[in-house]
């Protein structure tokens, strides 16, 4: 029994070794498909890189060797099948499996359980950022509207796992909500009208609404803007299994399942004008020649879904996918109408990624204390027309719920504009932008000489930062 028990043992080794080499041998004939997980897989890594040792090519290789061994997504489906049904939990960090087979993209858990919520600085800066884009399509006679799509979770959250404790606290979404009713934003709230009404509108196995939940949305813009359109609450609509869902993909990705969606029996008018491969697309411009208004939208992912919907209401659309928000495309299309659309999962994008518009000019205060900090940065950048200054201000000197102004100076000129509170340089961490400005302000305006100040408010004071500009 000794030697018979010891030859399976061996057998089982050489058995398992083979199995692992097969894994590396078949890679290049049996591939997997990184478009269902809707990411790009590892590359093959390169030794030398940049004209330096790439003292990173092992943990490389092993992202790549994890990404591209053969039948990986199988075997990840059926490890995921297993932990799901066995064990009722997901097997990727991306995915939180919920109630009755419900999938939650797990980068919404932070607002849900009320964790690394933004600062009361943050929520008066993102606020403050969408009040400046109001400002200046208001200033152009264009009508602006800003909307947070609600995260899955927040309507749906009876069918989360039990060990996720939904906060009592109020979320990042509820502080600019209040935030934004005190600056008077063009803002609508699809958060309330979404728990008010009863129908469930988002995927089961995806992260964003299906196209009921995507008109109801489009409805309730296009009804603040004062936009004639098409009302699909009572259109008739089959339920259909014809949509790939984005967390089922990424959970399950050998299988093709496909979720349920809602088809409806009117056809859309509209048509694109330039090449478009889906509404996934980064720019995407459309036309519909029944109707007149031209419309400037910004959006995320959640906005996809609305794109057909909102392109059959304008007689041309210009549909930008991802930040920074630039508000020159007013011009360039010639717009009536700016949409600017964020899940709300995303909301410390706003004070991450600067905007491209000019900044307002602002009265010049009364008296400025000039201080000095090494915590104040002040740079610039020549941007053709337009002069980029941009950096951070001192948390001492500036109040949770001031502004901060850029001020030129020279012996005949003194103008003061107002900065966006939003990072120029990209940050990994909302934190990091607490603190930024940014501003784009037209060379014409600025004389030969001048010198640069910076201007905080802290308890009332204003307090100035001077750089020299020659």
């Known amino acids: 029994m000794t030697k018979k028990k010891a030859f399976f043992e061996k057998l089982y080794i050489v058995i398992f070794i083979v199995m692992l080499a097969s894994l590396s041998l078949l890679m290049p004939f049996v591939k997997s498909d990184m478009n269902k997980e809707k990411r790009a897989g590892a590359k093959f890594p390169k ?78 800066n993102a606020a403050r950022v969408i009040y400046l884009l109001e ?19 927040s309507l749906y959250g009876r069918y989360m796992p039990d060990n996720y404790i939904k906060t009592n606290e109020k979320t990042n979404y509820d502080r600019l909500r209040e935030e ?17 009404d009863e129908r469930i509108m988002y995927h089961k196995w995806d992260s964003h609404w299906n196209k009921e939940g995507a008109t109801f949305a489009v409805d309730l813009m296009l009804d603040e803007l004062g936009v004639s359109h098409y009302d699909y609450t009572n259109e008739p609509y089959t339920v259909q299994a014809v949509h790939r869902g984005d967390l089922y993909n990424i959970i399950y990705p050998s299988l093709d399942t496909m979720d349920d ?36 939208m910004f959006r995320d992912s959640y906005g996809n879904a609305t794109i057909p919907y909102i392109a059959d209401e304008f007689g041309r659309g210009f549909f930008s996918k991802g930040q920074p ?34 900044a307002p000019e602002r009265e010049l205060p009364e008296k400025v204390t000039e201080a000095s900090s090494d915590k104040v940065i002040i740079n610039t950048e020549d941007k053709g027309n337009r002069l980029l200054v941009y950096g951070n201000v001192d948390k001492d000197y500036t109040d949770d719920d001031s502004n901060i102004y850029i001020m030129i100076v020279s012996d005949d000129v ?25 501003a784009y302000i037209n060379k014409e305006q600025l004389p030969e000489d001048y010198e640069i100040m910076i201007i905080t408010e802290c308890d009332g004071i204003f307090y100035g930062f001077v750089r020299s500009m020659m």
């Open 47 to 124: 030794f030398i890189k940049e004209n330096k040792i790439n003292f990173g090519f092992c943990d490389e290789l092993t992202d790549y060797f994890s990404d591209n061994f053969a039948f990986r997504q199988e075997l990840s489906t059926t490890d995921a099948v297993i932990k799901a049904k066995v064990f009722n939990t997901s097997n990727q960090d991306r995915v939180v499996l919920g109630k009755d087979g419900w999938l939650f993209y797990s980068e919404s858990m932070h607002d849900y359980l009320g964790e690394d919520l933004m600062s009361e600085r943050e929520i008066h």
């Open 135 to 153: 400002e200046n399509c208001e200033n152009k006679g264009v009508d602006f509207l800003f909307t947070v799509a609600p995260n899955k979770n």
């Open 180 to 196: 934004l009713k005190t600056n008077s934003s063009s803002f609508v709230d699809l958060h309330t009208a979404f728990l008010n």
């Open 261 to 296: 969606n809602v088809v409806y029996e009117k056809e859309h008018e509209y048509s694109y004008v330039n090449d478009v491969k889906s509404t996934e697309d980064p720019i995407i411009l459309t036309q519909n020649p029944a109707k007149e208004d031209s419309l400037v």
């Open 325 to 358: 928000v630039d508000l020159d495309q007013i011009g360039y299309q010639n717009a009536d109408t700016v949409i600017f659309e964020i899940v709300e999962r995303n909301i410390p994008w706003i004070i991450e990624y600067l905007p491209y518009m000019e």
């Open 414 to 438: 003194k103008l003061m504009f107002e900065a966006c509170p939003a990072s120029y340089e990209k940050v990994d961490e909302h934190k990091e932008a607490e603190y930024a400005y940014g």
